[in-house]
């Protein structure tokens, strides 16, 4: 104690003098303490909405689809040789389906008819899961349909159709598409590619673990396939995923820019008590500048009084909004402890941060006005 009495006097003197005024001195914290959380937690909401609304979509962006370009001289359909480079490009955790797709007439239960697409895929399951019934692998005969597509028609396993006049039976009734995604599954109809009498493909779609490796190997397939001339066009959902994330980021600002309001007022209020300390304390102002005081001692004094203020208002604002990211993410996404991720620390020491330099700009004039009282008139008052 003694050794901080010798280096820092001003802070032990601006504790004590924040120790005279308690219920005033609690009442200014407390405005840096809501503020805190205000910011905080407004901060850690946001963050929090990113991460349900991402988790709601399913991976939103981390499938790549590949198709024949539109350029003159592009190939009508993709060959095996494409295919193997498009595997090359792909990270070893991603999953490659070739698929076909044909127009073609469509009777359900030997009543109704309609012409619609249909794909032709050797491997489903890289895709589609199955509601009802199972997905075959070797994938060689029956066909697959889609949920909404079977309630409209009343189709399940052991049904059929007719597929171009060809019969088929119904092995499954695929799931609902989880997110967002170049294959959905609500309306498809799914045959094996050797019913249909053609070489090559349509599409190939790639389904990678997150975004960030579909954008890596869109890129990737993009510098393979397209080297010399445009021979494919390559779609992946890296756009829309960032504006997503840059919208978010817009509504965090938002959410900041009002949490900040708060601060603000808080900051009023310090500027409120450290003025009318300095009335009050008119006469200990003029005895220390009597008895040798600079003025940088006295603003050090004052300023002190500020920041610790800020200080202990900002960590003790800080400790209620961990509890407060706690609450938010067992309620909003089930896992409190989510509320540990850098990305809400960032929130907390932003808010903390903000909340110290509300009360130093606060304490600035009343210091200012402190410093340069003239010490006989201090103490005539």
């Known amino acids: 104690m003694d050794w901080l009495r010798r280096r820092f006097p001003a802070l032990l003197m601006a504790r004590r003098n924040i120790g005279r005024t308690k219920v005033r001195s609690v009442l200014a914290a407390l405005g840096i303490v809501i503020g805190v959380i205000a910011i905080a937690s407004l901060g850690m909401f946001g963050l929090t909405l990113r991460y349900q609304l991402t988790q709601n979509l399913g991976d939103i962006g981390n499938q790549v689809m590949v198709v024949p370009g539109d350029s003159a001289g592009a190939p009508d359909a993709l060959t095996e040789r494409d295919l193997r480079q498009v595997e090359s490009a792909a990270s070893s955790g991603a999953t490659v389906a070739p698929a076909l797709q044909r127009v073609t007439r469509v009777s359900y239960n030997r009543e109704t008819s309609e012409v619609r697409s249909v794909m032709g895929i050797d491997q489903p399951g890289k895709l589609f899961e199955a509601r009802e019934g199972s997905i075959p692998e070797p994938y060689r005969s029956g066909a697959l349909v889609g949920p909404d597509l079977a309630d409209q028609y009343d189709l399940g396993p052991g049904d059929t159709i007719a597929v171009n006049g060809t019969t088929e039976r119904v092995v499954a009734v695929l799931s609902p598409s989880q997110g967002f995604g170049f294959t959905d599954p609500s309306n498809q109809i799914v045959l094996p590619t050797r019913s249909f009498d053609t070489r090559g ?33 390559v779609q992946d959902y890296s756009g829309v995923a960032d504006q997503i994330g840059q919208s978010f980021q817009a509504l965090n600002l938002f959410l900041i820019g009002i949490g900040s309001i708060s601060l603000l007022v808080a900051g009023v209020s310090i500027l409120n008590v450290m003025l009318m300390s300095t009335v009050e304390r008119r006469q200990e102002i003029g005895v220390l500048r009597a008895v040798g005081f600079q003025k940088l001692d006295v603003l050090k004094i004052m300023l002190s009084e500020a920041v610790l203020l800020g200080i202990v208002g900002g960590l003790v604002g800080a400790g209620f909004s961990i509890v407060a990211g706690l609450v938010l993410n067992h309620f909003v996404v089930g896992d409190a402890t989510l509320a540990f991720r850098p990305g809400n620390f960032l929130y907390i020491g932003l808010a903390f941060a903000f909340g110290v330099g509300t009360s130093l700009v606060s304490g600035l004039y009343p210091a200012w006005k402190a410093a340069n009282e003239r010490p006989v008139e201090a103490l005539r008052s």
Do not use: F
């Open 201 to 233: 493909y349509d599409t190939i779609t790639v389904t990678e673990t997150d975004s960030t490796a579909a954008n890596a190997t869109a890129m990737a397939i993009r510098a393979q396939l397209n080297d010399r001339r445009e021979r494919v066009t």
